[in-house]
């Protein structure tokens, strides 16, 4: 699938006024401006070569949305600092790096993951599910298992992303449920306290499956 074909698919799952950003995490041409190299002055050629995948990516997400082109440094939970009154995501697979940015009036916060479509361990399953998920998991049919697993990892990741930038908590999968719509969405009840989101409150995005690739988005919205 081609890179407009996939925007178009982006675009859908964050709807309009947010910026995205696609790259190869493979391609080794991709440039890193000012902090960005020093963040990855020691890291091993592969690392880097994702960084600098993810960078283009934020940058030509960025372009969308009107800003020029600017470095994108590292925090120092690693995670990446937009330019002020910008909320962003960034994720790669091994084939594929995405990244999304929007103005904070259009949403507080965003993340986006993206995951290939090889199963996850058994022993990988009770780790991401709840007890909840776990016996969801049971009502559909065996063969489509795996799959709605890698789907329930990679919406907790992506709503893991949108909510760090505004509490700074990490939180294990046990932190949320999710219970996923037959139209493409999905909702992520937070099961623990993480800043000023408490037990109870509803995450709301989308999710989809192409190609290779599980690809979620989570929309925070102003409260």
Known sequence: MDDDKIRLMIQGVFGPNVGVGITDPRDDHHVLLGPEQDAMSRAIPNRRREFAAGRAAGRKALAEVG????AIPAAADRSPTWPAGIAGSISHCESLCVAVTCHVQTWRSIGIDIEGKTPLEKEAWPI???PQEQTALQTIPRWRRAKQLKTLFSIKESVYKAQFP????MCDFQALDV???DDGRFQARFTQTLGS???GYVAHGRYLQFDNWVLSGCMLPDR
């Open 67 to 70: 800003f020029p082109a600017v």
């Open 128 to 130: 991401v599910m709840t």
């Open 166 to 169: 505004l509490t700074g908590q």
């Open 179 to 181: 219970t996923l719509c």
């Open 197 to 199: 989101f408490q037990p």
